[in-house]
């Protein structure tokens, strides 16, 4: 019965990784002492100032239950506040819930609100908000979200600032969904009020978040205004409100070039979209400070395990050992990325203390060996044959970053062992569609996730094909390791079944964690109090101010 | 993108069959007295023998990839430098030559054949010139970029589906120049005349009309290569082009205008190419034009 | 005349009834489910098929373009599956960025072709004409994203002239004007040089011809013969063009507006395309259609005019 229960064992570690995560890129003397870190502000906040942010496409809603759109996270964190936040290091701190406490039978959570909380149009935020705000989301129709908290039986308000949620099954994973930006608190009476109109235009929107949205121009600029009277920043952040900044203007720039031409010309005086190619460039460059972060992605390509030949899994062992992932860091990324060893990246719980026991090492000689063993032998062409058939394996690829330059290099590591690679580039849209019916041999994409349940349970359960598992991969031991632990609360016992879990997906083969991208951000040398959240990059922006 | 062409369909109509022999040296001595067309022509030929020879003249495999060797600047090994995999640009334009050249002509293709045969109808027999126009006027509704992004996306992103865009893109164009030729020709005295001496629909539109629209054609024809280039470089722009690796022009651009704030080479000059191409095909067309249509010389 | 135009006028339904058909086509053949876009790439199976519900895209195909035509018909457009936002509303909003855009391409390329394209035939074989010819072949051969970077890297980022991106609010605002400056020139490259072409040619056509010979014969100034008799009649066929070519203005200066990240159509529509928004597509489709068929009308009247040749029956 303790609010803080879970995930405290790992924080220990985890502060000591995120410390060194967030910090500045380069190692140029002048990027350290300011940019990233904790404690990086030059002298006194100051009040006023607009800061303009550059990003590559625009919020797609204002609602935030009807999007997971990273572009429409940014937005809502801004301007919705939720009943639980996760940290800087991922855990779990309270916010609009003071407090709560957990039934032992892990069914029934009651939490505690914090009083004198207000949304922009002045009305109290209360227990009747928070009850609805969770019923609607449960309930609405093509949310692409409400999954996340479907294990929710009922949601009561005792009184005014108590809720009760009531689940049907323990569900470990409640608190960390409600942190998420699309459990946004709403207002009940005005959001019933506009409907089907909620979030479209700036009139339609009311939150209790340190700013206001004033004037929102599609695919051109969204202003925030300061919400002058917000005091109840949480704790995870120094300046509990009003925020520094008059305003932030997040203007649309989907041109790589432009962006960036845009912030070294002081027009914009942040984004978080740096190009990798860009880096080397803007090192040096007196008018932009690179800050990079880390969130935590995977960029992974997955294997078709009930096509031939990818049943086979030697063929799957090789094309693992074919891939020299330090020449994708390199190479494809620029340097901004680490090896990854496994589906997990390092950080999070459940993230393996020793990956590099169960990932696979890059070896092209060892990868011929199992491609002979497997019957595959080299033909005069340079491409492997069995029974007079090539080894052709079609990749299949939409978007994601530096792809131009990774693509090709992977076509080439596996020609270098005998492997044809067709590509086979869709439009996303298509990919997704693609997937699901299953037409890929091999596929490649990146996932971001805030759990390693949010990449585990997500790919590699059984229930979860056609897709996401995408992959046809079923094992019972892995699925049974999975429920156990969604519904655990002993963070030990859960991050060792994750743990298992992984070590099992390796040595079935199936899916080759190629890359952890770092992000990279783009500051003006005037934009201070800058402290990146792995979830949502700027977060509240209750401690950025601009110094003169 | 096709709006390149010039409607003057109406004035070209009244130039004589162009039959004679004589006739035929004086447009080429024409052509060969313009400066420009003739360079134009001279780089036109020049491109088509680099597409034909592309893999004896490239000085490198274009795919070969040497990652630490990229964005090189112009050397003696590599003439223009290195791309982003560091792969020879020199030897990547020298055979992208054939499948942007390839492309545009069989984009052209499509909306020539399309085109002319839907206008001739149309032109010529006015029971189905209602419905056949508002076909086109239907297609011509559609804004031509969005048109073709919409084709590509319902298609897939690759190389000939962008050729089978662009080349619809353009189909209306070439129906309405050949319809209005054929609708100021069919009144005429001497197709009055054939068909009263008992010629057929089928004789009179091979025989009479099409011989006549086509040097208004071929100027067009020209003029749409250079056109459609650059429409399948814009959609490749959009990144709805040829998937990587090929060396296609609009597709090298499309990837290298991400480093053009760091590295200006690898975008300029599969742009230039691009630019002296259509260059090239304009200079020819504008030629021929004039060629085939003294009257402006006359003034 | 005018009963040709009330006919024309009539003739208009089927075209839009056809490009509606058209739309909904190319879209629901297009791979690429809405509810996928919309659940994300991750979301499990029921939430994808509670949104697809949700779009009523689990009707057959001519179950739901009937109920769009029918609330279309009822000017209801329907609204964005991603956004939820009314697609009236969506046009509404880049409607007049579109028309800015279009409009001062326009006007800069007509301030720019007509008098080079007047002097250099008046001036015929001069440097003028030919520097102009040179231009204009120029124009027509770059392809308008590099007429874009370039110019928003020499003014924009290294000389700082003007801004690098975005829309600047109205024109007569100073901000607003500065910032439509150079995705209207980049607009313009194209029509300006189509423009000028078309102008020269057309005025080397009149001064041929024989009334301008008489005119000349009797004695008129040389400036009263250009500018009052053979402009007036050169100028028909640019008018024509001229409206073909704001007509593709309308349609969308898609390359432009991505370059300088202005939000109009055309942005509006690619990104709906790729995005398998349909009610988005379909409603900037319908809108550019109802230009387009307006601008093919004029175009079709004025040919009437300049040629009399051509007979409507």
Not at chain 1, 88 to 100: Q, T, V
Not at chain 1, 334 to 352: D, F, W
Request: glycine share 8%; aromatic share 8%.
């Amino acid at each position: 019965m303790n609010a803080m229960r879970r995930k405290a064992p790992a924080l220990a570690a985890l502060l000591t990784a995120l410390a060194l995560i967030v910090s500045a890129c380069g190692g140029s003397p002048k990027d350290g002492a300011t940019a990233g870190g904790t404690g990086g502000q030059q002298g006194q906040p100051v009040k006023g100032g607009t800061l303009t942010v550059a990003r590559i496409e625009d919020t797609e809603t204002l609602d935030p239950q009807r999007t997971t759109a990273v572009s429409s996270n940014h937005i809502n964190a801004m301007v919705y506040d939720t009943l639980v936040v996760q940290d800087y290091d991922m855990s779990l701190k309270p916010h609009l819930a003071e407090k709560w406490e957990i039934s032992d039978d892990q069914k029934t959570y009651t939490f505690h609100l914090k009083q004198g909380v207000k949304f922009w149009s002045g009305k109290d935020f209360k227990a009747a908000d928070a009850k609805y705000t969770l019923e609607r989301w449960l309930g609405l129709k093509g949310s692409p979200s409400s999954y996340l908290i479907k294990p929710i039986d009922k949601v009561e308000a005792k009184d005014d600032y108590t809720v009760v949620v009531t689940l049907k099954e323990p569900y470990g994973l409640l608190l960390t969904n409600l942190a998420s930006p699309y459990a946004s608190m709403l207002n009940s009476e005005f959001t019933k009020q506009h409907d089907a109109d909620y979030g479209t235009k700036p009139e339609t929107v009311d939150g209790t978040g340190p700013f206001k949205i004033t004037q929102w121009s599609r695919n051109d600029s969204l202003t925030l205004e300061r919400n002058d009277a917000y005091t109840w920043g949480p704790g995870i952040v120094q300046n509990k409100g009003p925020a520094y900044v008059d305003k932030i203007i997040w203007k649309v720039i989907p041109e790589g070039a432009t962006r960036m031409a845009e912030l070294e010309t002081g027009n914009a005086q942040f984004t978080a979209d740096v190009p990798a190619v860009d880096v080397a460039r803007l090192k040096s460059s007196q008018s932009v400070k690179l800050v990079e972060y880390s969130d935590f992605n995977t960029v992974f390509i997955g294997m078709r395990t009930n096509k031939a030949p990818l049943d086979d899994i030697k063929v799957r062992q090789a094309i693992q050992q074919a891939i020299n992932k330090q020449e994708v860091v390199d190479g494809g990324f620029y340097g901004l990325a680490t090896e990854a060893k496994s589906p997990v990246a390092p950080g999070l719980p459940g993230a393996p203390a020793d990956a590099a026991q169960t990932s696979y090492k890059y070896d092209p000689a060892k990868a011929g060996q199992l491609l002979d063993e497997a019957g595959w032998k080299m033909g005069a062409n340079g491409i492997r044959e069995k029974d007079g058939k090539p080894l052709k394996l079609e990749l299949w690829y939409s978007k994601g970053a530096n792809i131009e330059v990774v693509i090709p290099m992977l076509q080439a590591q596996l020609k270098k062992v005998g492997i044809q690679i067709d590509l086979k580039q869709l439009e996303w849209a298509a990919y997704l569609e693609a997937l699901r019916a299953g037409k890929h041999e091999l596929m490649y994409m990146s996932i971001r996730y805030t759990t390693a349940d949010g990449v585990l349970y997500f790919y590699f359960h059984s229930g979860q094909r056609p897709a996401p598992n995408r992959f046809e991969y079923v094992n019972k031991s892995v699925d049974d390791l999975l429920d156990k632990a969604r519904a655990s609360s002993d963070d030990k016992a859960q991050a060792k079944a994750w743990e298992d879990v992984q070590a099992q997906v390796m040595k079935d083969a199936f899916w080759i964690p190629i890359v952890h991208e770092k992000r990279v951000t783009g500051v003006a040398p005037t934009l201070q109090g800058l402290k990146l959240h792995p979830a949502n990059v700027l977060y509240k922006g209750l401690d950025l101010w601009l110094s003169k | 993108m096709n709006a390149s062409v010039k409607p003057q369909q109406a004035d070209q109509a009244a130039t004589p069959v162009l039959k004679e022999r004589s006739h035929a040296q004086a447009v080429l001595h024409r052509l060969l007295r313009n400066k420009a067309a003739v360079a134009g022509g001279v780089v036109v030929i020049l491109l088509v023998l680099v597409a034909l020879l592309a893999p004896h003249l490239a000085p490198a495999d274009p795919l070969l990839q040497d990652v630490p060797g990229r964005f090189k600047p112009p050397s003696a090994a590599h003439w223009l430098g290195t791309d982003e995999l560091g792969r020879d640009i020199l030897s990547r334009i020298i055979v992208g030559s054939r499948i942007s050249l390839l492309s545009s002509i069989i984009a052209v293709s499509i909306s020539l054949t399309v085109g002319v045969v839907v206008g001739l109808v149309a032109g010529f027999y006015a029971k189905l010139d209602n419905f056949l126009m508002r076909l086109i006027d239907i297609m011509m509704a559609f804004p031509g970029i969005l048109l073709a992004i919409a084709i590509v996306s319902a298609l897939g992103p690759g190389q000939f589906n962008v050729m089978i865009a662009v080349g619809i893109q353009v189909v209306p164009t070439y129906a309405r120049i050949t319809r209005s030729q054929v609708l100021s020709l069919r009144s005429l005295d001497y197709i009055l005349a054939a068909r009263s001496q008992g010629a057929g629909d089928t004789r009179i539109i091979f025989k009479h009309i099409l011989p006549n629209c086509l040097a208004t054609i071929i100027v067009y024809t020209t003029l749409n290569l250079a056109s459609a280039i650059l429409s399948a470089s814009t959609l490749s722009f959009l990144g709805l082009g040829a998937p990587p690796p090929s060396p296609e022009w609009g597709g090298m651009v499309s990837t290298a205008r991400q480093f053009f704030l760091n590295y200006p080479n690898v975008a300029v000059w599969p742009t230039l190419a691009i630019f002296v191409t259509v260059l090239a095909f304009n200079f020819l067309g504008d030629g021929l034009r004039d060629a085939l249509d003294p009257r402006l010389k006359d003034v | 005349m005018s009963r040709y135009v009330l006919r024309r006028l009539l003739l208009t339904l089927p075209v839009f009834f056809g490009v509606s058909v058209l739309v909904f086509l190319i879209l629901h053949l297009s791979p690429g489910d809405p509810a996928l876009m919309i659940a994300g790439a991750d979301a499990p199976p029921e939430t994808i098929r509670a949104v697809r519900e949700e779009l009523g895209l689990d009707r057959p195909v001519y179950e739901q373009y009937a109920s769009y035509v029918g609330r279309v018909l009822h000017g209801d457009l329907g609204r964005s599956v991603r956004s939820k936002e009314p697609v009236s509303q969506l046009v509404a909003a880049t409607f007049p960025k579109t028309a800015t855009l279009a409009v001062a391409a326009l006007v800069i390329a007509v301030l720019v072709a007509l008098p080079t394209g007047i002097i250099a035939a008046v001036r015929r074989n001069s440097w003028i004409d030919n520097g102009t010819r040179l231009a204009a072949f120029l124009g027509v051969s770059m392809p308008v994203f590099a007429v874009g970077l370039l110019l928003m890297w020499v003014l924009s980022y290294k000389l700082r002239l003007l801004p690098l991106s975005g829309y600047g609010g109205p024109v007569w605002t100073i901000k607003g004007f500065k910032a439509v400056i150079l995705p209207a020139v980049t607009s313009a490259s194209f029509s300006i040089a189509v423009l000028a072409r078309l102008t020269r040619s057309s005025m080397l056509d009149v001064i041929g011809q024989d009334f301008i010979r008489t005119a000349r014969a009797k004695g008129l100034a040389e400036r009263v013969v250009v500018y009052k008799h053979a402009l007036r009649n050169a100028l028909l066929p640019v008018i024509t063009v001229l409206g073909v070519q704001f007509g593709g203005l309308m349609g969308g200066a898609v390359v432009t507006e991505t370059i300088f990240a202005w939000p109009g159509m055309g942005r509006l529509a690619l990104n709906a395309i790729l995005s398998r928004d349909f009610p988005v597509v379909q409603g900037v489709v319908l809108l550019v259609a109802v230009m387009f068929v307006g601008v093919n009308l004029l175009v079709d009247l004025v040919y009437g005019f300049v040629d009399p040749r051509i007979q409507y029956d």
